[in-house]
């Protein structure tokens, strides 16, 4: 069964642009959830997708957004870029619809994203 | 609000040598706890969870027992491998917070020398 699967993998892109990045979860796997790893910050939610509908979001401002397809794949967008985005952004999908919090997310390697 | 307190890396040893990392938690509702480990370019995996009060879960020789009373999930195991440097993060997911979210400790970097 293939992973979490995201791309690209690398990014490097100037403040004030705007970047998308993609994120195909496991195959069956209906909910899919973006986290920013920062050194200074640590793991941080940004928001979870299930079933095309936003369940929560994380303490981020409006800049940072996402959708999810039917398909279930996510994209997620930062507008407006700024120094301070800098981060591994880390995709992960759980068969959260099995109705268990217990459910593990199953992570993608992420995403490198530097702006310049 | 949820957190997760983790003991402050780096931490190396020697191989062989017996590894605890210590979390401990606060939870508004009634948490399952995980331990993910990221090794260096790579995404964070799943090492083990633990469910409800008392369960210990293991995996590749290492164990954690959560502790409600202590609102512990400490990580240990028997003989570290120089494979098992990487970056372990202890994380609760809370049902009672009403959204399938971790909240991660900072983690911890362990060096394992030959």
């Known amino acids: 069964k293939a992973g979490v699967t995201q791309t690209p993998r690398y990014l490097i892109k100037t403040r004030g642009q705007q970047v998308t990045l993609s994120c195909s979860p496991i195959?069956?796997?209906?909910?899919v959830s973006w986290y920013q790893q920062t050194p200074g910050q640590g793991l941080q939610f940004l928001f979870e997708y299930f079933s095309e509908t936003q369940r929560n979001k994380g303490n981020f401002p409006g800049r940072f957004s996402g959708r999810q397809f039917s398909n279930s794949r996510s994209e997620m967008n930062v507008s407006t870029l700024e120094l301070g985005d800098s981060a591994l952004y880390l995709c992960?999908?759980?068969?959260?619809?099995?109705?268990?919090?217990?459910?593990?997310?199953?992570f993608g390697n992420g995403t490198r994203l530097t702006v310049t | 609000g949820n957190s997760v307190t983790q003991m402050e890396g780096p931490v190396t040893l020697s191989e062989e040598a017996f590894l605890t990392i210590n979390c401990t938690y606060t939870a508004t509702g009634y948490p399952s706890l995980f331990w993910y480990v990221q090794y260096p370019g790579e995404g964070l995996q799943l090492l083990l969870k633990?469910?409800?009060?008392?369960d210990k879960g293991s995996n590749k020789g290492f164990e954690a027992t959560y502790r409600k009373e202590t609102t512990s999930f400490h990580l240990e195991k028997g003989s570290v491998q120089v494979s098992d440097s990487a970056v372990y993060f202890c994380a609760l997911s809370d049902a009672g917070a009403g959204s399938y979210q971790l909240t991660f400790g900072k983690g911890t970097k362990l060096s394992v020398i030959p």
């Open positions: 992960a999908s759980s068969n959260r619809d099995r109705g268990s919090y217990n459910s593990p997310l199953h």
């Open positions: 195959s069956g796997h209906r909910s």
């Open positions: 633990a469910t409800k009060a008392d």
